[in-house]
């Protein structure tokens, strides 16, 4: 049994129900959970002791949508003038060139800045399956998750509507709808584990309803409800979108999910910009979840959701960066920042608190993520958290919130400490388990490649 004691931290931020905060606290981690939370904890045998009197720790951060292979295609110069349709239509050919080593590596790479930003868990929705490809690339995402230790909710994302067929993707990068549903079948087998304190699932996530088949819908919810894991698509994104399911369904982007049988506590959709009152109402009866993906929204100029009204109404929101070409970065704290200010521009000064952005990237998450043991610091809850020194640069003569001082003031988001499960995998800023420079200049290498091969 390994122990982990954390003495006479200045302050614990729990983001438990009643948002207690203690001050000169201690907290005891024993293998994957935290057991103990007190003033002054005495424990024998402990495997390492960390003197927390100048650090705040924080529960482990949730990303709930991500696309970690974009962090190869990030900042390129073509793309950064396009809106959603255009900026696909260019990355297409040049995303036709992943390969396993590419998913690999960006999965190491995406994860790496997360872990360095207080994110513990990821949901990273992977789409791309070219054709001249093995097609277990996503087997290369858990490779790599492991490797680096965080908690992955893999999407097994999916495009079977090409150009040809009044899709948005070209051929080379669509499957059929059997080659689809036959390898989120063999996934689910593999990875899926629906036990508490797991560090794999698998949540079937045909990519948006400009790219996959009407069959391909319906085919995935009813393996997922099967097997019961969860669903995932990008929705209301765009008012292209909007106007694409409209021409092509004859009806609303949420309509045409509701008819799939595409709402529920077991589905979440990223964005969830252009949705009207009603629209966010069903949501909230139907207990349906939205992935809020402030930097990317503002970075394609794709609009602002609704999301003060959406709380209030009580749907499930969680925080997530969105891929890495569409922001260009995997920094869970800056996306708090962003919707932070996002929200207070456009619905007001009383439309959201630093501390209910955090409860967005925290208990939201988990509630989407449904693992009831992250997202908060409590006794037999998973040991995910990260801690950041108030001896900062960035926070001189503002220790007065902690949540606040996070996502307002900072010379560097980067995290002091990060456990996920138990296991410090950020130390002094450093990551433990991999190589950060071999990480660096890899995938450099295999993004110049991609990108000559387009
Ligand atoms: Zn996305």
């Not at 904890?41 to 951060?61: Q, R």
């Not at 925080?319 to 970065?329: E, F, I, K, Q």
Request: net charge negative.
């Amino acid at each position: 049994m390994s122990k982990i004691l954390i003495k006479n931290l200045k302050e614990i931020i729990t983001m438990n129900d009643n948002r207690e905060r203690l001050k000169d606290s201690s907290l005891l981690i024993k293998d994957n959970k935290i057991v103990k939370i007190a003033k002054n904890i005495e424990e024998k045998n402990v495997d390492k002791v960390i003197d927390g009197s100048k650090y705040y720790l924080f529960p482990g951060l949730i990303n709930t949508h991500h696309h970690f292979y974009q962090t190869l295609t990030r900042n390129l110069p073509d793309a950064q003038q396009a809106e959603l349709f255009e900026w696909l239509k260019y990355l297409y050919p040049i995303w036709a060139n992943l390969s396993p080593e590419a998913v690999y590596y960006s999965t190491l790479l995406a994860s790496a800045e997360l872990l360095k930003t207080g994110c513990t868990t990821a949901s990273d929705q992977f789409y791309v399956f070219p054709k001249n490809q093995p097609d277990n690339l996503l087997d290369y995402q858990f490779d790599a998750a492991e490797d680096i230790g965080i908690r992955l909710h893999a999407c097994r994302g999916s495009m079977s509507l090409s150009e040809k067929d009044g899709g948005l993707p070209p051929d080379n990068v669509v499957q059929t709808d059997k080659e689809i549903i036959d390898d989120s079948l063999r996934l689910i087998e593999k990875y899926h584990d629906s036990s508490p304190f797991a560090m794999k699932r698998i949540v079937l996530a045909p990519c948006s309803p400009f790219s996959v088949t009407e069959d391909l819908m319906i085919e995935s919810i009813k393996l997922a409800r099967e097997y019961g894991v969860q669903c995932h698509t990008h929705l209301a994104e765009t008012k292209d979108e909007e106007k694409y399911v409209q021409d092509r369904f004859g009806m609303r982007p949420l309509a045409y999910m509701e008819k799939l049988g595409w709402i529920g506590e077991d589905v979440w959709y990223a964005h969830g910009v252009h949705l009207n009152s009603k629209e966010i109402k069903k949501l909230a009866e139907t207990k349906t979840g939205v992935a809020h993906c402030p930097v990317s929204n503002m970075k394609l100029s794709s609009g602002a959701a609704e999301v003060p009204e959406m709380i209030s109404l009580g749907v499930p929101v969680g925080l997530a960066v969105d891929g890495s070409a569409s922001n260009d970065s995997s920094n869970m704290i800056l996306e708090m920042k962003a919707a932070f200010l996002m929200h207070r521009l456009i619905h007001g000064m009383n439309s959201i608190t630093a501390e209910g952005v955090l409860s967005l990237a925290t208990n939201g998450g988990r509630d989407i993520l449904n693992q009831p043991v992250i997202g908060s610091l409590e006794e037999g809850k998973a040991a995910d958290m990260f801690m950041i020194s108030s001896e900062r640069l960035g926070f001189a003569g503002g220790l007065y919130d902690p949540v606040s001082a996070i996502i307002n003031t900072g010379d560097s988001q980067e995290v002091d400490y990060t456990i996920v499960n138990g296991e410090i995998v950020v130390e002094n800023g450093k990551l433990t388990n991999v190589d950060e420079k071999e990480i660096i200049s890899r995938t450099n290498e295999i993004s110049k490649k991609m990108i000559a091969g387009s």
